[in-house]
């Protein structure tokens, strides 16, 4: 019986452990959804320029900062929209900033912006529940036997001893919480800067209010992944 208890805490830790494991790997940020202009006919070996708009100069620079290094990485020449241009050049219109781009000799130019953020409450209702937390051993009553007979032999064996073992509980209560769930739209657009027409469109969800160098990192790896994935960086 102890042996079995002692079983059932261990399977209970190991579900605990997965549990948690599959929690922490949640997705913190998200493509929901992508599109792919299948008529154009982007260049060859293009130069892509990476632009992300916001007021949050450092959070910018580290995402243009990834994007940048995940081209790099498929052999792809990208450039950082803020190794060029002053920090204002996204409050440019759109005949400026093609001439602009054209000036630089960028061939594509992939544009990223927070364009929604959502929270919202809910309650999460307290729980109750019933812990085991060891086993203590009851010693075995001849008396409680119907046999009576059983009375004379254990007499008789005095020295052994039978014993039971029986679970010890626990009530642990967890009180009822609020949470916030956040939900952040990013939209991230390619654009082909000869012609101009829209190459490919992106729309990523996160579920963290203040990004982290890990989500941002993410978020660059799922859209630069994305576009290399429908063939828009022929080499």
Known sequence: MKTKFNINIVVLALISAVALTF??????????SSWTNKQAKPKGSP????????KDLAVRQLVEQYMVEEFKKGGHNAIAALDIF????QKYDSVTMVSLLRQNNIDMLLTNAVVNVTEQERYVPGTTEYVAVGTYATPYNPYYSHNYNNFYSNYNNYNYVSMNYATQYETHTTPGYTVTDVEVIIE???????VP?????????AYQKEPTTEILNAFAKIVVGDITKNNLLVK
């Open 47 to 54: 130069k892509v320029m990476v632009m992300v708009m916001g």
């Open 197 to 205: 027409e829209l190459l490919w469109f992106g729309q990523s969800k």
């Open 188 to 194: 991230s657009n390619l654009y082909d800067v000869s």
């Open 23 to 32: 929690t922490s790997c949640a997705p913190q940020i998200e493509l929901s």
């Open 86 to 89: 002053k920090p204002d050049v």
